[in-house]
């Protein structure tokens, strides 16, 4: 597949809250790309793909520039709902996604498992990708994970190595050389 800076134009009718990802350029990651689907793709159970890697690598902007993509090809119907796990309550975060994007309304005398938990219920049929970034602590977000059900794929980004059996790892490298060129001399023809 061949990588292009995704501008933000989406299908309408696919309810998705994907941050702009402010990349001019996006090189060097053909092949994580192509492997981060066939992962999230491969199985009829809950995919949790574990973006790893040093901090400024780049995880961030390939599960960013993956969304965007994907969101463009209809690749995830149900929508696309990203979860920033650091520093917030993502619990909370899924019912306003919810609110927003799905038009569902949780009873609020529900506690707030209850409230997610009817929230995956009532989702939006089709498949869903669900994207939890920069998270530091898997405990912090167990509770919230989708069910088990082969139409909702989480993607999680994290700077840990190990986040569990369950989870198929792609361990962000440096870029290439021949990489680190090609973004350097894009950056340079702009000028």
């Excluded at 996604?97 to 409230?115: C, G, H, M, R, V």
Aim: proline share 4%; net charge positive.
């Amino acid at each position: 597949m061949r990588l292009k800076v995704i501008s933000g134009q989406h299908n309408e009718g696919i309810p998705q809250n994907l941050p702009w990802t402010g990349a001019k350029h996006f090189v060097g990651r053909e092949e994580a790309m192509d492997t981060l689907h066939q992962q999230l793709q491969g199985t009829e159970r809950v995919t949790i793909t574990s973006i790893t890697g040093m901090g400024g690598i780049g995880k961030t902007e390939l599960a960013l520039q993956y969304a965007h993509y994907r969101l463009q090809q209809q690749t995830y119907p149900g929508g696309v709902c990203w979860l920033q796990a650091r520093g917030v309550d993502v619990g909370i975060e899924i019912i306003k996604f919810a609110k927003s994007q799905l038009n569902l309304n949780p009873p609020e005398d529900y506690d707030l498992e209850t409230q997610i938990s009817y929230c995956w219920r009532n989702w939006q049929q089709g498949e869903v990708l669900v994207i939890f970034d920069d998270v530091v602590d898997y405990k912090e977000i167990a509770d919230f994970l989708p069910p088990r059900k082969p139409r909702f794929k989480v993607l999680i980004t994290t700077r840990h190595q190990w986040l569990g059996e369950s989870f198929y790892k792609l361990e962000l490298k440096v870029l290439s050389e021949g990489a680190k060129k090609e973004l350097k001399k894009k950056r340079i023809s702009l000028f």
